[in-house]
């Protein structure tokens, strides 16, 4: 049994880590309100985007580039949105494992024949598929630093730049849906090219109404389409942000609560070496007296 300084010890490291994992669960939680709000300000935006984007489709008779699938694929490019911090429980690693499981199902031979490329988001991404066999083509560390648009536009007109040109035929994107605190959808989904059949939703058909465009339906579509691109980008980076602060905040949670457990089982202990010491110490006197009264 441990000696009562080592428990001691014990305890006030475990108060001292409590206080902190509680103060982030605080962090995380101001964090994710505030991550909640631009999530609930991009949503109606990004949606009556994807309404304009979907009826200039409908109307369009040109075949734009950025619709148009190619007749073979070729070369595909993942993008994966991840953290650049840990402590937020298996938010990485679960969304890591699907990826991983997307890619061994649908492009085993794209990754044996080195026409798999990813680009990733964050430090644990990079840690994660840059220590395993994996063409890493573009790292962003210290992405979460400062969370703006102008950073979401710049990796999408490359991407984009990339796939007109001919570099990659297909381009997914892969991150964290937030759902609530407790939970996150693990989401894959194609953003490249643009399949015009999902910006229309089978609930919500366009209206039969007829409009007139100026200049016209290819001018503004072609201008639309690369910011249409941008807010998918910019939606999945708010999604993301905003299920790792959930995540961390519950991670932190049950770290305190843990720790809480602990030091209430060592102070248990520490109760009964104590007993056990005074018992111990008490039998010795019992024990000197008697010798002293019988000599």
Avoid at 35 to 59: C, F, H, W
């Amino acid at each position: 049994m441990a000696n009562l300084r080592d428990i001691r010890n014990r305890i006030e490291s475990i108060k001292n880590t409590q206080q902190i994992t509680r103060a982030m669960k605080m962090v995380a939680a101001a964090k994710l309100r505030k991550a909640q709000d631009r999530i609930i300000e991009t949503r109606p935006y990004a949606s009556k985007m994807k309404e304009v984007v979907g009826r200039l489709v409908e109307n369009s008779s040109e075949d734009n580039v950025l619709l148009r699938t190619p007749e073979s694929k070729d070369n595909v490019l993942i993008i994966v949105i991840g953290s650049d911090r840990g402590l937020c429980g298996a938010f990485n690693n679960n969304l890591f494992k699907v990826i991983e499981d997307t890619i061994n199902e649908e492009y085993s031979e794209y990754h044996q024949n080195g026409n798999l490329s990813l680009m990733c988001i964050g430090r644990q991404a990079i840690k994660y598929f840059g220590k395993r066999d994996y063409n890493v083509i573009a790292e962003y560390p210290g992405f979460w630093d400062d969370i703006v648009f102008n950073k979401a536009t710049e990796i999408m007109k490359s991407v984009v730049n990339d796939f007109k040109s001919g570099t990659f035929d297909e381009v997914k994107v892969a991150y964290n849906e937030f759902k609530s605190v407790i939970a996150q959808n693990r989401i894959v989904e194609a953003v490249l090219p643009i399949d015009p059949t999902k910006l229309v939703d089978k609930e919500e058909e366009i209206s039969s109404t007829e409009y007139i465009f100026e200049p016209d339906v290819e001018n503004i579509l072609q201008k639309l389409l690369p910011l249409h691109l941008n807010l998918q980008l910019w939606r999945a980076i708010l999604e993301s942000n905003a299920a790792e602060q959930g995540a961390r905040m519950t991670a932190m949670d049950n770290a305190t609560e843990n720790a809480q457990e602990m030091k209430e089982d060592l102070q248990l202990e520490y109760n009964r070496a104590r007993q056990s010491a005074i018992t111990t110490e008490i039998s010795e006197i019992i024990s000197g007296a008697q010798a002293l009264e019988e000599a």
